[in-house]
Nanobody, 115 residues
Framework: QAQVVESGGGLVQAGGSLRLSCTAS????????INWYRQAPGKQRDWVAGISRAGHVQYADSAKGRFTISRDNARYAVYLDMKTLQPEDTAKYFC?????????WGQGTQVTVSS
């Protein structure tokens, strides 16, 4: 099992940057693939970016060129660096840690981008 915790959200002006962190309290962290999702009020939860155990990364079209996902296994952490944020990026951002058939979700961190 793993407890997943997101942090780093906040209020930022359009064009600004934020770094979100996802930590999982497990020594098996390096064996997890990690994906970021976001959900705006009244909308479905959408996939944003993911990083595999081996460090391979993928991005949704909305994130390409603006967001960067990375991991630091020594700190049991995955980061989502977001730049050039826009009001449409406003959402609650969730981290999902996956290993085998098990998925562990965090409670999310709110990102609000003002125009």
């Amino acid at each position: 099992q793993a407890q997943v915790v997101e942090s780093g959200g906040g209020l930022v002006q359009a064009g600004g940057s934020l770094r979100l962190s996802c930590t999982a309290s497990t020594p098996r962290f390096s064996g997890f693939s990690i994906n970021w999702y976001r959900q705006a009020p009244g909308k479905q939860r959408d996939w944003v970016a993911g990083i595999s155990r081996a460090g391979h990364v993928q991005y949704a079209d909305s994130a390409k060129g603006r967001f960067t996902i990375s991991r630091d296994n020594a700190r049991y952490a995955v980061y989502l660096d977001m730049k050039t944020l826009q009001p449409e990026d406003t959402a609650k951002y969730f981290c999902k840690a996956s290993i085998g058939t098990a998925d562990y979700w965090g409670q999310g961190t709110q990102v609000t981008v003002s125009s």
